[in-house]
């Protein structure tokens, strides 16, 4: 059965600072690996997909990467801003979507 | 492309009632949609997985005759709470899936249900 876990839980950084999330899952058998931002209340937000046949994606500010053997994905921030504040969860898309419980972000200006 | 919608986006409704949240894939066939629940500061739980004109597939721990899942056609699906209980009160979201080789799924906003 997949598990996806993430470090930290919470987490909070002044602005400007780069930062790392990290999400591991435990069935390396996955199709895709990806990153989704939450605002509270409000549904999710794709910010990048990872194939399972890549090794990372960038998008802006942000960049995945995806180690299938060692069961390991980061998501990197750059240049944070308070705008960033927000729970990011990660998911590991096999027949199903097995979410992490995700990390709750907050820039301090 | 690639939108997904969900009605209503939040309803309150009276312990005991019955309530019923669509979810639409706007501009794609959804072979596959899936109901996810969200409780406050928690993740997502998938709750079921629904395929075109097929029952539901769902997890374990969550009552198939308490939410009813129906995917009538390529574009909708509807979960409905019956029975609704103040423990039900959550926010629950849909996602689909086109299918043809995709495993990607695309997420509707949400529908925040409050039972009274």
């Known amino acids: 059965k997949q598990e996806v876990t993430q470090i930290p839980a919470a987490l909070s950084v002044p602005e400007g600072e780069n930062l790392v999330l990290n999400c591991s899952f435990t069935?390396?058998?996955?199709?895709?690996l990806q990153w989704f931002r939450q605002d509270p209340g409000k549904g999710l937000t794709s910010l990048l997909l990872i194939q399972s046949s890549q090794r990372e994606q960038t998008s802006g500010r942000l960049n995945a990467s995806l180690d299938k053997s060692s069961g390991r994905s980061t998501l990197y921030i750059a240049a944070s801003q308070p705008g960033d504040s927000a729970t990011y969860l990660c998911?590991?898309?096999?027949?199903?979507?097995?979410f992490g419980k995700g990390t709750r972000l907050h820039i301090l200006p | 492309g690639a939108v997904v919608s969900q009605h209503p986006s939040w309803v309150i409704c009276k312990s005991g009632t019955s309530v019923k949240i669509e979810c639409r894939s706007l501009?794609?066939?959804?072979?596959?949609m899936f109901w996810y629940r969200q409780f406050p500061k928690q993740s997502l739980m998938l709750m079921a997985t629904s395929n075109e004109g097929s029952k539901a597939t769902y997890e374990q721990g969550v009552e198939k005759d308490k939410f009813l899942i129906n995917h009538a056609s390529l574009t909708l699906s509807t979960l409905t709470v019956t029975s609704a209980h103040p423990e039900d009160s959550s926010f629950y979201i849909c996602?689909?899936?086109?299918?043809?080789?995709?495993?990607?799924?695309?997420f509707g906003p949400g529908t925040r249900l409050t039972v009274t």
């Open positions: 501009d794609f066939q959804a072979t596959t």
């Open positions: 069935d390396s058998a996955i199709y895709n």
């Open positions: 998911a590991a898309l096999d027949d199903k979507i097995i």
């Open positions: 996602s689909a899936r086109p299918g043809h080789g995709s495993y990607e799924q695309y």
